[in-house]
């Protein structure tokens, strides 16, 4: 039995049938053509060219917006230009089928726990450090998604008390300090090096033992030691899943174990560990098809 994994990015829509063991089959990946109208009849014709191919009983759908818990409705894609649309329903109205829609860093986390880094476990926080921070979590085998879908959007744990502006319109966000662009603002304020700086120049030279990027590694890893502390203390997950291009650096995780160390394990739960996603790209089909599988389409959960 395979189901349709659907992820809408930036500028590339990537599709794929998934088995029950989470392997993906015709993989597919297409540009975005345009926003509104024409993207919606984009991914219609890409989930019919599927359909055309295998009998599909389940199709998930994910995308960069916030998602309606109650009414799945995609409250705001604005790169997509969709507020309040409809796409599950739409979808499933053309196509016959029960469609799941969700967001994507969500359908991420769900993909490591069931399939990934997390697999095994009752409970998975897979933390993405790219531009900011992204992720989800899994709560014993339950995804978290709170009132408003907002839930687990953890880039925004407040973590410096009148810290740097955050675009949210909050101060002191945790993706101020433990995400790439974190490190390359630091990075320009502490005059590092001119011109413009790439988080992976900076990792590059501390590895290589230049003691001001030593120095960056160090603080933008100790923030996000103090996080990944923090999440620990309430969702106990075993391991926290790191990704994204900064978070699936074998060399950065090292800085973030050697930062975990400096903080004294709670004895019952023991020290937080990190491990690598496994899943890369596509995370997002995986986990828009098993997501989908799993809750039956459009039907509330
Ligand atoms: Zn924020």
Redesign the pocket.
Known sequence: MLSLGIDIGGTKIASGLVDAAGAVHEARSHLVEGPAETAFHQVLDLARSHLASYPIQHIGVVLPGGVDPKTRVVASAPHLGWTDMPLAQRLGAELNRGVHVENDANAAAWAEHRFGAGRGGDSTALITIGTGIGGGLVVDNRLLVGRHGLGGQL??IPRVTGGHP?????DG????YASGSALRAEARRRNWRPGPITGEEVLSAAVHGDPAAVRLIEWVSGHLAHGLTTIAAFLDPGEVVLGGGLGSDKRFVEYVRAALDAFHPSPSRGPVTVVGAELGIHSGVIGAADLAATVGGSAPR
């Open positions: 880039g925004h955050c675009a949210c319109g909050a966000c945790w993706e101020q």
